[in-house]
């Protein structure tokens, strides 16, 4: 059975940086998407990067220019990496991986950016 294993949340102090990891145990073969998800309490889970196969990254307008996102396929991996982090990236962050027939979500790490 696939499950996806979350580290690197935390609270972190505005302007600060964190790195997210989210690797794959079992067996997973031909991961097509890798992503992560944010949802802050009152909000929907938004989309926030997302990373193809082929290597191909797409951000949400609120990240650009400070997340990015990287995947090792290797180890069944995808990275976030957050700079200059503020209040509002505030969320429980959540990876998700899809296969051409299976999405799998990983079950969230708090993120908090406060002073």
């Known amino acids: 059975q696939v499950q996806l294993v979350e580290s690197g949340g935390g609270l972190v102090q505005p302007g600060g940086s964190l790195r997210l990891s989210c690797a794959a145990s079992?067996?997973?073969?031909?991961?097509?998407?890798m992503a992560w998800y944010r949802q802050a309490p009152g909000n929907e889970r938004e989309l926030v990067a997302r990373?193809?196969?082929?290597?191909?990254?797409d951000y949400a307008n609120s990240v650009k220019g400070r997340f990015t996102i990287s995947r090792d396929n290797a180890k069944n991996t995808v990275y976030l990496q957050m700079n200059s982090l503020k209040p509002e990236d505030t969320a429980v962050y959540y990876c998700?991986?899809?296969?051409?027939?299976?999405?799998?979500w990983g079950q969230g790490t708090q993120v908090t950016v406060s002073s």
């Open positions: 998700y991986f899809a296969t051409l027939r299976t999405p799998y």
């Open positions: 079992g067996s997973i073969f031909r991961i097509n998407v």
């Open positions: 990373i193809s196969s082929g290597g191909l990254t």
